[in-house]
């Protein structure tokens, strides 16, 4: 009998197993750029605190982890979910246009 592959697999290739098969719902794109955003892995992180500086260290080093998953294994994706976030953006946009103008009328 063969053991399922969760098993077999060791921790990081199991992880990119699942990132593959993740990545590809919008729901987990939309969810994963949230997280970029929340945690600024691209943002300087000094401060002259010492307490903020690692407190935006340990959020910028999760947002790496990510991102470094992300553009190693499926670099295309993050193209994909930059122009998915601006075309929400857009929507909503629009959509806060047509009600002012709504309420103007």
Known sequence: MTKPDHIMLDENEMIKRDFKDLIK???FRRFIWWLLEQTAPLMPEFS???MIQSYRSG???LGK???S???ANHPE???QMGD???SILKAREEANKDERDNRIN
């Open 48 to 50: 002259n605190d010492a």
């Open 69 to 71: 998953l992300l553009l």
């Open 77 to 79: 994706k993050y193209k």
């Open 65 to 67: 982890q990510v991102m």
């Open 59 to 61: 959020k910028s080093d």
């Open 84 to 86: 998915e976030r601006k």
């Open 25 to 27: 719902q919008p729901e």
